[in-house]
């Protein structure tokens, strides 16, 4: 196992914890199709659960906070997160609510569709919120995703803000984030197509560039909000860094690898970017570590079971660092 951090210090992940049901097929289907010789597997996932395992196989003191069924797939879930070494202390069994589950569509490229039924992940509330305001204000970085209620999302970063914590929100999946919540975090990590989204979703001024310059010139405007890094992850083709108060854009590109499996690499990197922030490194840095663990994960299959660790990890930073 790692080596973990000051145990002073701390990523805090809140969010969801989902059973992912996958099928590996040749092709996704078109609406209406029915495509068969795929290849079923069960997987543990969630984006909040997934940042979880990610960011403490990287090596740090990792804290998940959820709401998770007493059925059989929560057995699962909470099994596994004790078994990562994750502090589930202030995660909530819910005896109302059905564990999240995701139906996971996989092509032979790696590239998936998905549909989750949230189940009790929905039903995290702001009095959860507050029961843990401590653990919340106190935590070294923090990142929260939106599989989870708005409101909820909004009374964490309030909570947070009354800490000197790391916020980073990814917002995936996106839906229209009011602004007071985009003014309390610190680092936003959207896709191409969720930062254009985001864009529209605030009705700012359209950006008539294309490519590279149209990422960096929507990344300008929506971090005119008060958001100091918008990160933008590009699959393939790495990511890209804007930098509000220096006004500056830093290009990461991607390691190329043959992706098996897409689902998770997201989590993959926020979790290890939560981590190595959790440790001191520098922003791009911790983009790079991320960039590279991002690289492992989608050569393997499923989404927690694809999260590497902190040697597989320093190994592949090298390849960025030379």
């Not at 702001?126 to 409101?151: F, G």
């Not at 190595?276 to 393997?300: D, F, H, M, W």
Request: a negative charge; charged letters at 20%; glycine letters at 8%.
């Amino acid at each position: 196992m790692n080596e973990k951090e000051n145990d002073e210090n701390y990523v805090l992940i809140i969010g969801s914890s989902n059973m992912d049901l996958n099928i590996y097929s040749q092709r996704l289907p078109k609406p209406g199709e029915t495509v068969t010789g795929g290849i079923f597997q069960q997987f543990l996932g969630g984006k909040g659960a997934n940042q979880a395992v990610s960011s403490v196989r990287s090596g740090a003191n990792t804290i998940f906070i959820g709401r998770i069924g007493t059925d059989a797939f929560g057995d699962q879930m909470i099994s596994r997160l004790t078994m990562e070494g994750i502090d589930i202390s202030h995660a909530i069994r819910d005896p109302q609510h059905a564990s999240g589950v995701a139906f996971i569509m996989i092509d032979k490229s790696g590239e998936n569709m998905i549909c989750v039924a949230p189940g009790a992940n929905f039903h995290l509330g702001k009095s959860d919120i507050i029961k843990s305001s401590e653990i919340i204000k106190n935590a070294t970085s923090l990142v929260v995703q939106m599989e989870i209620p708005i409101d909820t999302i909004e009374e964490i970063y309030k909570v947070a803000s009354e800490g000197n914590v790391i916020k980073i929100l990814n917002p995936a999946p996106l839906k229209d984030i009011p602004v007071n919540i985009l003014k309390n975090i610190d680092i936003i990590i959207p896709n191409e197509g969720e930062l254009y989204r985001l864009h529209s979703l605030l009705k700012l001024p359209e950006i008539k560039s294309e490519g590279k310059n149209k990422i960096i010139q929507t990344s300008k405007a929506i971090a005119e909000l008060g958001i100091a890094f918008i990160i933008t992850t590009l699959g393939s083709k790495g990511c890209l860094i804007y930098d509000r108060e220096n006004e500056e854009v830093i290009e990461m590109p991607a390691i190329k690898v043959k992706a098996v499996d897409t689902v998770g690499a997201g989590d993959c990197f926020n979790g290890v970017l939560a981590s190595k922030l959790c440790s001191g490194e520098t922003i791009v840095n911790a983009v790079k570590y991320a960039t590279a663990a991002a690289s492992i994960a989608v050569t393997r299959k499923g989404a927690q079971d694809s999260m590497p660790y902190a040697e597989e990890i320093e190994e592949q930073f090298k390849k960025l660092s030379n």
